[in-house]
């Protein structure tokens, strides 16, 4: 008898027996449909996730180097050794530019918040931009009106700004932004440009933001500010080459002994992602482990109603073995017959979890990507073999003379 | 060379601490084309002759060689070959598939053996047809009569065409009249050069074999050729008749 045709009348079989106990082979559906439902929505979750960190850190970009005094992955001790770094300065960044080869832009950046206002209309926790001249290319942002900051606005420090879409929105409803004047704090700013509606980025709101010239910004807004350079690599294959490019140039402008190490840091998006990509699996792990236990329950639900089953239908065992029935083709009867109510149970999972994923989509970006349906179709089929084993051994070892005997 | 020879064919049980002597030496041929009672009280090792004899059972000892084959030491999955090929079983309770119907009953050994689907539903069809059951075949077990019944589970016995029929009890369940008719069937293939054991405790239905066997205390105690065996009374619909071809 070959595998394919055991199958066949094993998928028979268990439909005949299901359809017998219905609501039995329902309840215990139950347990693996929330098990699916859980593991289904955690793995939804997770994607989502991911989805979300990957397009966010797109907007960075892969060839976008940072020159910070710190590195973004510090540790405890790290940060004890490196709090003394000297700032980064202005004459960095002018240096760095004229020097770096492998970079097509060099830009500067400060952020802080500020309460920007219009005439009565007031806005708080506006973030402000500190820029200069190459920030709009660097920072991949683009104008919708008016201009970007000019070399002369950032070298004189002149009392310009570039609105986000929103501030603009806000202050200008159908009204023409440019010209304007607004307040930041108590900063009179002539507004010279509108950015285009970006959406938000790690919690950033990029369309709530005020632009300012870097020297403005360090006059005005804050005393001390912390720079970042950013660089744009001219070419994506070059990114270490420019990284190392930079790292010399910045040791020899800050004066750093041959022996000592760097007192600044160059991020990148890379080390987001390398870090992220721990913390995410970690995460993933632990919660697709937790949600795997209701799968598990569910799985103990199924071991048990086989053995019920079995022991049910003992009569039939031994009927199906005196007319000829090797052990195998009782064993599989069995497993297909587990793997039947976990398989229908899988698609009732899906068929609940896809509504609450787009239910979910709508505080948190979620999707459903066809790979998950099948490795949930996969994972309850899965759970019914392997629950299903044990209850299906027993059957299938039976002694027919016993079985037969019993009533 | 018979069909069946066993020597000294021995069967313990353990249950608990004692040891239960089912069968304690049995040596036996059995030609190819008998018919043949084996009779007995309960309690007298009958039935643990007839599931040696149905390899359903393994002895404890002794030897038996079915068909040229000594099976007296194969594994389950041998003995579950043997019996699809060799036997074919008729149970005193029927023992059909309930949730089946007629059709899918009587194919079921050769679902086993391993026939393509349109072969087996051939055969079941004409095995059907040959108890008189062509009418019956999508009926369900309890849309039928106890004869009807077991009128279906001969089917299912004589469908992979065995070199043994082993009726355990065939009548128990029914009524004389459709006892009668199951024996006639008996008869009718018996005629046909079938070999037929069946295993009862009632005298009647022992009579109508040609050599009857009585078992006592794990023993065979008579072993006699039955000088004029009954013949089973015939009816409209039953006897002979529904064995055509």
Redesign the interface.
């Known amino acids: 008898m070959t595998l394919f045709s055991e199958c066949k009348e094993s998928a028979f079989i268990a439909w005949t027996a299901l359809r017998a106990n219905k609501l039995r082979a329902g309840l215990t559906t139950l347990g693996i449909v929330i098990g699916i439902v859980s593991v289904t929505l955690m793995g939804t979750a997770i994607t989502g996730l991911n989805d979300a960190f990957r397009k966010s850190v797109g907007n960075i970009g892969a060839d976008t180097l940072f020159i910070q005094r710190f590195s973004w992955m510090t540790s405890e001790t790290d940060w004890r050794l490196s709090r003394n770094r000297k700032e980064l300065t202005l004459q960095n960044v002018r240096d760095l530019d004229r020097l770096v080869t492998l970079c097509s832009a060099v830009s500067v950046d400060s952020g802080g918040n500020g309460t920007v206002s219009f005439g009565r209309r007031q806005a708080r926790g506006v973030y402000v931009a500190g820029n200069d001249e190459n920030s709009l290319t660097v920072r991949g942002l683009s104008l919708s009106q008016g201009r970007w900051l000019t070399a002369g606005d950032v070298q004189s420090g002149r009392p310009v700004c570039v609105l986000g879409s929103y501030l603009a929105d806000r202050f200008f409803p159908g009204r023409e932004a440019i010209g304007g004047k607004v307040k930041l704090n108590d900063m009179r700013l002539e507004v010279v440009g509108v950015l285009e509606k970006q959406g938000s980025a790690f919690g950033n709101d990029l369309d709530n933001q005020i632009v300012i010239p870097i020297t403005r910004f360090s006059q005005d807004f804050s005393r001390w500010p912390d720079l970042t350079i950013t660089a744009k690599v001219r070419d994506l294959s070059q990114v270490d080459d420019a990284r190392e490019e930079l790292r010399g140039i910045m040791r020899k402008l800050r004066r750093v002994p041959p022996d000592f190490p760097d007192d600044f840091a160059i991020n990148s998006q890379e080390a987001i992602v390398t870090f992220f990509n721990a913390v995410g699996g970690t995460i993933a792990a632990v919660g697709l482990f937790i949600s795997g236990l209701s799968l598990f329950v569910g799985g103990i639900g199924i071991m048990n109603i086989m053995f019920v089953s079995v022991a049910e239908r003992t009569k039939e065992i031994g009927i199906r073995k005196a007319i000829g029935a090797k052990r195998r083709t009782i064993l599989v009867q069995f497993l297909v017959e587990a793997a039947t109510i976990t398989l229908g149970a899988g698609i009732l999972g899906i068929l609940v979890a896809w509504p609450l994923t787009l239910v979910v989509d709508k505080f948190l970006a979620a999707s459903m990507p066809w790979w998950l349906v099948a490795v949930a179709l996969l994972v309850s089929v899965l759970t019914g073999v392997v629950s299903g084993f044990l209850p299906a051994w027993r059957a299938a070892r039976m002694d027919p003379v016993d079985a037969l005997r019993a009533d | 060379m018979p069909l069946i020879q066993i020597h000294d064919l021995t069967r313990r049980y353990v249950m608990g601490t004692e040891t239960v002597h089912a069968l304690r030496g049995v040596t036996l041929t059995i030609e190819r084309g008998e018919y043949i009672a084996i009779m007995g009280p309960s309690g007298s090792g009958k039935s643990t002759l007839m599931?040696l004899l149905?390899c359903?059972?393994s002895p404890t000892s002794g030897y038996y060689e079915l068909n040229g084959v000594n099976v007296a030491h194969m594994d389950?999955?041998d003995l579950?070959?043997v019996?699809?090929?060799e036997i074919g079983?008729v149970?005193q309770s029927f023992?059909?598939?309930a949730?089946?119907d007629s059709l899918h009953n009587v194919e079921?050994?050769l679902?086993?053996?391993?026939l393509p689907?349109a072969e087996r539903r051939e055969q079941a069809v004409r095995a059907l047809t040959n108890v008189g059951l062509g009418d019956r075949m999508h009926h369900k077990p309890n849309e039928l009569s106890g004869g009807q019944r077991q009128r279906v589970a001969v089917a299912?016995a004589l469908v992979?065409d065995p070199s043994i029929v082993l009726a355990d009890e065939p009548t128990g369940n029914l009524d004389s009249r459709t006892g009668e008719e199951i024996l006639g069937l008996f008869e009718a293939l018996s005629r046909k050069g079938n070999t037929i054991i069946v295993v009862t405790h009632e005298e009647e239905v022992a009579q109508h074999a040609r050599r009857i066997i009585r078992i006592r205390d794990g023993l065979i105690a008579a072993d006699e050729v039955n000088p004029n065996p009954r013949a089973a009374m015939k009816f409209a619909a039953g006897g002979t008749s529904m064995v055509a071809a």
Do not use: K, M, T
Request: cysteine-free.
């Open positions: 599931n149905g359903l059972d389950d999955n579950a070959e019996r699809n090929r079983f149970f023992n059909l598939l949730r089946s079921l050994p679902i086993y053996a391993g689907s299912r992979n």
